[in-house]
């Protein structure tokens, strides 16, 4: 296979099989490099005369040319290469003089692989930022390194999260694997805020010593917990400056629309440094990044969740009364969902058009009982105080910002493809998609119950109603896959 001329390409130095591999396998899975290897410092530098190299991962105690040997060769021949140092044998005397000799990372085995893929992602950016005069001043100019290696973090957490799937715990997940590499914690959480009770749920939680972080250091934090979402704002806190606090600790709010929701939370051991501004800056980047994935899932599932919770017992007090089952409106909702999913109908719109059918007939709860259970013909007024229940549904979700779309396909559930229905008398494709989906599936359910005004249809006749009002009260197409979709249920 032709060598893609925009993979970068890694030599990775083990005298090790199993080491070598283990790296070797988890650059591969990046799929973005060309992978060299080399069993020692000679074989490396054989390598490097052949083909050219983007960044070297070495171990140190190797026989032949160990790996200090090769940093300082490589260091001669081209120093804009970025070498990473992997020792099982570390001291701190060896560290420095790693780094000093010109190593942009010293790492002690067992390593963390993952944080090994990080860092070596991290790196790579930071090298195609930086040209190579900077690359050989870089010993020199520590800070705009520092400044480079932060944004090439940024852009780190950016692409991750981009790149997340849709499920929340996916999302929890990330968070947490993150924040632990970017600002090098021992212990993370992702707490989920109730309001109402005042007490954070964990959601999500990784540490090294799981059992005190959860029982011990989650709840000492309770305090800190509650500042941070009272104020809306990242903090850092060491024990310093607040005594409850044992280890350096950093917590973010987790918003939605400047509502806080849960806390993601980040520890070290307390015998290590405090962390820094950049590593808030870090997880400040993470929690406004991930904040903004959770958002639509988070409101459809939780806060919509619990609206439709606060809704229930109103429907059902509505359909009693209505002498419908308790049943009409979640039957409702499968058929339309059905038909909105046999429609290609998008995530979002199958949830709006879920929240939709639950409360179409809302506004009914404001009907008097001799219009809404008159079992005769109703006369013209009669009629119109009916029609009201549209309007009414709008305007009893009017307060709920998050209800927008679904009010506005609640108003029009009982307009017509021809125009004449109500509120509004829209026509075609005027008519939202979403309530041209319920007026299909509320009729047929209405069809195929008892009304007070007339005996249910059994479903062939009902199927056959609706195809007659084809493209005059319903869109024909929906007919048709309403119909495909429950052919195929029977
Ligand atoms: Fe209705």
Redesign the pocket.
Known sequence: MAENMDKKTILVVDDDISTRKLIVDALNQAEDYTIREAEDGVKALETLQETHCDLIISDINMPGMDGMELLTRVREINPAIYVIMITGYPTIGLSVSAMKTGAVDFLTKPFDIDDLTYKVDVYLREQAILTEDTIKQKMDSAKLTDKIRELSTHSYIYDSLEKTGESNEYIFQEMVDMAMKVADGESCSVLLYDEESDEYYPQTIKSSTLKSYREKIIPSLKAIFNEVVQKKEALLFSSSDRPEVVSPVICAPLKIRNNVFGILSLSRRRSRVAFTEKDLNYILTLAKRASLNLENNILYESIYANLLDTFKSLIASIQVRDHYTEEHSRRVMNLAVKTAEAMKCSREDIESLKVACML??I??IAIPDDTLLKPGKLTDEEYSVIKN??VI?ENILKPIVILDAERKIIRH??ERWDGRGYPDGLSGHDIPFLSRIISVA?SFDAMTNNRPYRNAMDTEEALAELKRNSDTQFDKSIVDSFLDTLKKKR
């Open positions: 179409h007939d506004g009914k229940h549209t549904g559930h009982h509320d």
